[in-house]
């Protein structure tokens, strides 16, 4: 059974490590809209979004529970001569007054708990984030292939047999409890937020292939996950 700091020390894989298509999308409209500046990471991992958006100019602040991860993130940052805050911290604990950040990503990584831990979460990044600030969040679906399977430990809260188990190393998320969300759950959960898209899509991952390291994206067949994109009310 893995840690998450186990599943860093064995290498950010090229999986975890090429930034998701939707969140850059989402950053350069943050970037044309010009109202977003500070953005808060939170389970930044080794900075597989932090380092370009902070590369595009935003003020970005990345939190994990891991210490490899943040070692191998504040590694990256010096290699690309760019800045951010990094703490290790756990993510219901984030180091920073009220209303500081002007959007949040919360990208495959607030969901590793039951539904109480989740909510709580869901209660800090509102309260972290300035009214009308922008935050993108994705959580597994109870469509998701995994759902039911492994051994339960809270209401749709499953310690899974791997997520992806087969593409990491140490059989990827063996041993770490996922939450698989409802769409009802989601929109309970951020009922302090305005939802602008709440869409259903199966994951894709990313691998570089070939002598020109081309990023090819992999569909994970039936690992249905929830993209939400919410406004801070």
Not at 38 to 48: H, T
Not at 51 to 75: K, N, Q, V, W
Not at 124 to 137: N, V
Request: aromatic share 10%; glycine share 10%; with cysteine.
């Amino acid at each position: 059974m893995a840690t998450w700091d186990q599943i860093w020390q064995s290498g950010a894989p090229d999986l975890w490590s090429i930034p998701d298509r939707t969140v850059l999308e989402l950053a350069s409209r943050w970037k044309a809209g010009g109202t977003v500046r500070r953005v808060l990471d939170l389970g930044c991992g080794a900075g597989r979004h932090l380092l370009p958006l902070a590369a595009e100019g935003f003020l970005m602040t990345g939190i994990d529970h891991a210490p490899s991860a943040i070692a191998e993130c504040r590694s990256r940052l010096d290699q690309h001569g760019l800045k951010a805050e990094l703490h290790c911290a756990e993510m219901t604990e984030i180091p920073y007054a009220d209303c500081v950040f002007d959007a949040v990503i919360a990208f495959n990584s607030i969901y590793h708990g039951p539904a109480a831990q989740l909510r709580r979460i869901a209660e800090l990044l509102h309260a972290k984030l300035r009214p009308g600030g922008a935050g993108f969040i994705t959580l597994p679906s109870r469509e998701n292939r995994m759902y039911g399977k492994g051994e339960p430990v809270g209401p749709h809260t499953f310690v899974n047999p791997g997520m992806f188990a087969g593409l990491f190393p140490n059989d990827g998320e063996r041993g770490i409890p996922h939450y698989f969300a409802s769409e009802a759950d989601v929109c309970s959960f951020f009922s302090g937020f305005h939802v602008l898209s709440l869409t259903q899509h199966e994951l894709h991952l990313a691998s570089v292939k070939g002598p020109d390291h081309a990023v090819h994206w992999l569909r994970v067949p039936k690992a249905f996950f929830w993209n939400l994109e919410v406004i801070r009310k």
